[in-house]
T-cell receptor, first 114, second 112 residues
């Protein structure tokens, strides 16, 4: 019930394409859904996040689409660039025992080809 | 600039040796976390701490120990009981409320 399933494991797109990364969850008590971007040898950095009371959030070229009834959410990267090549993690969190417990997906390695 | 500092960046451990990974934050965050990252397995929680002098086991705590004597510091010790310690270790912090984590740059530990 605490799992977050992420797909695909890897993704290759050409520059300007729109990669889409999908995540699914089971626990309807999750109340915060962040996405993290990680470059090789670095720690993940918070990219964008959404709460379950909205269906879409945009920040620059990054968009989260959220489908509460299907328990799915996805990250879209508009006009992708080679600099977007990184590993992306979705996550879902829930308040448990006084702290925000976060469950991460297994990550998607994105390569944007020039 | 506020952030999380992890040291060292690379660490080599001999069989049977304990090693300690450092994590310091100047964000005034209450909560701190240690994660282990292995290829294809995402991030797995080792230990977390919500306040000073208190910490809880995560999903894979066996073979690890932590302390939280100061709000800013949350060191992780990888003991000889951890049979497969080679991994990338990430420290993170948060306000403890409904927001994202700030991660450090990680420590890559290798058993030699």
């Amino acid at each position: 019930q605490q799992q977050v399933k992420q797909s695909p494991q890897s993704l290759i797109v050409q520059k300007g394409g729109i990669p889409i990364i999908n995540c699914a969850y089971e626990n309807t008590a999750f109340d915060y859904f962040p996405w993290y971007q990680q470059f090789p040898g670095k720690g993940p950095a918070l990219l964008i996040a959404i709460r379950p009371d909205v269906s879409e959030k945009k920040e620059g070229r990054f968009t989260i689409s959220f489908n509460k009834s299907a328990k799915q959410f996805s990250l879209h990267i508009m006009d992708s660039q080679p600099g977007d090549s990184a590993t992306y993690f979705c996550a879902a969190s829930i308040r448990s025992g006084g702290y925000q417990k976060v469950t991460f997906g297994t990550g998607t390695k994105l390569q944007v080809i020039p | 600039d506020g952030g999380i500092t992890q040291s060292p960046k690379y660490l080599f451990r001999k069989e049977g040796q304990n090693v300690t990974l450092s994590c310091e934050q100047n964000l005034n965050h209450d909560a701190m976390y240690w994660y282990r990252q292995d290829p294809g397995q995402g991030l797995r929680l080792i230990y977390y701490s919500q306040i000073v002098n208190d910490f809880q086991k995560g999903d894979i705590a066996e073979g690890y120990s932590v302390s939280r004597e100061k709000k800013e510091s949350f060191p992780l010790t990888v003991t000889s009981a951890q049979k497969n310690p080679t991994a990338f270790y990430l420290c993170a912090s948060s306000t403890g409320q409904k927001d994202g984590y700030t991660f450090g740059s990680g420590t890559r530990l290798t058993v030699v």
